[in-house]
């Protein structure tokens, strides 16, 4: 995960160093050991080792950094809030907000083509319908009786007809 630093990143990089310091040497005075605070927080490791050695390249992006630093202050009894707003997030890229909603996009409308293919798979359900009938059936023959269930003209099961089916 190794990464360049781009140079808008130094003050991010410079920051991450001093925080990282804070904590590291916070968490020793208290005597808590790296794996405790991994535990508390969820957060792995090698990742909160990145955090204290200041290695950006290390790390995923700075949102994250935030939130490992609000996560390991807060583990630590410290206002985590507070502390991790110390960190810089934002770049200097513009902020993308689309102006599209997911309604407009051509895969959230529905077309008669999908109302074929739910048609398709009713009449799947038909079919297995029937199939289950002719099970019925085939039970139903094998103990010498006839099966309770309804259908109709064509072997959908559900018919207006109650009655039994002829095996």
């Not at 410079?14 to 991994?38: F, V, Y």
């Not at 957060?43 to 935030?66: F, M, N, S, W």
């Not at 997911?102 to 074929?116: C, D, I, K, T, V």
Request: net charge positive; hydrophobic share 35%; charged share 20%.
């Amino acid at each position: 995960m190794k990464r360049q630093i781009p140079q808008h990143n130094r003050e991010q990089s410079e920051r991450l160093t001093e925080l990282g310091m804070r904590l590291r040497d916070l968490r020793q005075q208290k005597d808590i050991p790296l794996e405790e605070i991994a535990g508390r927080t969820r957060i792995q490791p090698r990742l909160l080792r990145a955090i204290e050695q200041g290695k950006l390249e290390e790390l995923p992006e700075a949102v994250y950094i935030h939130s490992f630093l609000r996560q390991y202050a807060n583990a630590l009894g410290l206002n985590g809030v507070q502390f991790a707003s110390e960190f810089p997030t934002i770049s200097g890229l513009p902020a993308f907000r689309s102006t599209r909603s997911w309604r407009s996009l051509p895969g959230a409308q529905l077309r008669p083509m999908h109302l074929f293919a739910l048609h398709g798979v009713d009449c799947g359900c038909c079919k297995w319908a029937v199939v289950l009938d002719e099970s019925l059936c085939s039970i139903s023959s094998r103990n010498g009786g006839s099966a309770n269930a309804s259908t109709d003209s064509i072997g959908h099961a559900g018919a207006s007809q109650p009655g039994t089916i002829e095996c």
